[in-house]
């Protein structure tokens, strides 16, 4: 989601060793960033995938379609 969002990839380094360092350690750049006007739910979500702790992301895939769908309906009716 990070990289369709911003077409970046979260955690950038010269050497596998060093992205895989970031995946571990490091929190990836806001998707404001790289993406002006990006929605802050939209890149809540996606910071909510990216959390390193498992119990800060969703419980399992129902969970997080459910938020797509809520997060879809505001988007799309305000």
């Not at 969002?5 to 490091?26: K, M, Q, Y």
């Not at 390193?52 to 997080?64: D, F, I, M, Q, V």
Request: charged share 25%; net charge positive; glycine share 8%.
């Amino acid at each position: 989601a990070y990289r369709l969002l911003s077409g970046r990839t979260p955690f950038e380094g010269a050497t596998t060793r060093e992205i895989l360092r970031g995946h571990l350690l490091e929190t990836p750049r806001p998707l404001a960033e790289f993406v002006p006007g990006i929605p802050p739910a939209l890149s809540q979500l996606v910071s909510k995938l990216l959390a390193k702790k498992p119990e800060e992301r969703h419980a399992n895939a129902g969970a997080l379609l459910t938020e797509l769908e809520r997060l879809k309906l505001e988007l799309v009716h305000g």
